[in-house]
């Protein structure tokens, strides 16, 4: 199972206050306290520099979400100032200003890393809509960084990412759990990042130092599987030329991760059972009882429950597994995780692949938000690993999505008219206009809505409250 990116943690707090931070470096006064005062009066801190040494002066004392940067300054180019920039502070939003608007210096503040450029004089909504898009960017970006920065430090998890509600309660989860000897069961659908959690709880274990062993108990032949899980002694079958420890043994002290266990055989179930029972089992072939200390974590894409109804799986078993059971949502139910794990995919394969770090366009992200995910994060892993592969340039357009993803935004036309939208605005459309047309279905029935959704009640109207949707009356028009 591929080691997708999950999960989860809240978000730290951001630097800046109110509507973000801006500082605008510009050598005309005039130019720097109109642009103070249009922006202070929509709420940005905003700080201003008359030269490029002043400006990086300001970066180095203060945090900012964007810089607005004039191409001509007296003790440098803007050009050249962008391109340090880029490197002392990569993530930083920052918008080229210049009374010298050509295409050719348009494309070469893009290709060098600009967010945008704007021509003076300039018009004053366009500019504030440019502003909140940069902040948005710069924020949604930073956050990532901050949320992987927070998850590392407090738990040592590696390519875990996201913010979604049902994700902070499985993270709240694995780190109660972690330190206990408790057999866990993780169940949820392929692709929703089982095997990662197994991980997790290891490495947030006493056993840690100790090996984890993964198998897929659902992909071998049960005769085969039966010896690699409990080894053999020498001459136990025709091709047994040599003794041999099963993974039970390698495991010992440590973490046996059982994959997909729902597709074992009812008779080695038995033998598992007994393991978990009592501790001890024998090679095959053998005489003599082996003990070993192993923590089991079993995981399934089955619903456990119905393969024990239909006699296809251990009822003792099932209880022995499901001590504690952690149920992965689908990439469907966390759309909000999407953005931050495109992000954290997108710089994945760009350093794998030694391409530029790109960013996904607003245009993409539509239809990734759109679109159902039946493969769940090993799916979009997929689907990014892909755009940046074709990639060309450093953004990703929606050109370079599978056409069933593409497809997919046609069923919410409403966001192409906010060509201007950020990306946690498009997020938020997306949200708002899924909830809405679930609660128009079910007759602006909360309860039901939050069933169809497979949330708790209390979810659904957090975002409702949120998103500032208005509930209608039930019945009408």
Known sequence: ???????????????????????????????????????????????????????LTRIGEQSFDLVLLDLALPDRSGMDLLSELRVQAPQLSVIMITAYGTVENAVRAIQSGATNFIQKPWDNEKLLADVRAAVARHRAEEENIQLKRALKQRYNFEHIVGKSEPMLKIFDLVAQVAPSRSTILLQGESGTGKELIAKAIHLNSPRKDRPFVPVNTGSMPADLLESTLFGHVKGAFTSAIASKKGLFEIADKGTLFLDEIGNMSVDLQSKILRVLQDRKFMHLGGVHEVQVDVRIIAATNVQLKEQVKEGKFREDLFYRLNVISIDLPPLRQRKEDIPLLASFFLDKFAQENERLAARISPEALRPLLAYSWPGNVRELENVIERAVVLSTGTEIGPELLPEQVR??????????????????????????????????????????????????LSTLNQKIKRLNIEIKKKGRE
């Open 1 to 55: 199972m591929s080691d997708a990116a999950v999960i989860m943690q809240g978000p730290a707090e951001l630097t800046g206050s109110g509507e973000g931070s801006v500082l605008i470096i510009d050598d005309e006064a005039a130019i720097r306290e109109s642009l103070e005062t249009l922006l202070e009066l929509e709420g940005y801190t905003v700080a201003s520099a008359g030269s490029a040494e002043e400006g």
């Open 407 to 456: 497809g997919q935004v046609t069923a919410y036309p409403a966001f192409e008219q906010r060509a201007d939208a950020s990306l946690f605005e498009i997020m938020e459309d997306c949200e708002r206009q899924v909830i809405t047309q679930m609660l128009e279905k079910c007759n602006w029935n909360q309860t039901e809505a939050a069933e169809n959704f497979h949330v708790p």
